[in-house]
């Protein structure tokens, strides 16, 4: 049973910075594709940013490219979220999962506020 438990969040004034970072364990974390997702309230999750299981590859969202870098250590069983640039807009409670996201994995998310 995999289990990932996402860390970094917080409140940040716009234009500010944040990392996140999700400790993945239960499951070979090297062999999966990894992402980070996003949820509004009352919203479903939206993907925000992908990267391949070797970390070779990265794609985001429209609204989040050239301000958010995903990145990985697969030795330490970890991935990030560089988070420049921030936006009131990007208010919302962050998770990461396997790219397509298992149902069971999901974790507690942390919150990112962008606010003044």
């Known amino acids: 049973q995999g289990q990932l438990v996402e860390s970094g969040g917080g409140l940040v004034q716009p234009g500010g910075s944040l990392r996140l970072s999700c400790a993945a364990s239960g499951f070979t974390f090297s062999n999966y594709a990894m992402s980070w997702y996003r949820q509004y309230p009352r919203k479903e999750r939206e993907l925000v940013a992908a990267?391949?299981?070797?970390?070779?590859?990265?794609n985001y969202r429209d609204s989040v490219r050239g301000r958010f870098t995903i990145s990985r250590d697969n030795a330490k069983n970890t991935v990030f979220l560089q988070m420049n640039n921030l936006k009131s807009e990007d208010t919302a409670v962050y998770y990461c999962?396997?790219?397509?996201?298992?149902?069971?994995?999901w974790g507690q998310g942390t919150q990112v506020t962008v606010s003044s």
């Open positions: 990267i391949t299981s070797t970390g070779g590859d990265t």
């Open positions: 999962n396997t790219n397509p996201y298992k149902s069971n994995y």
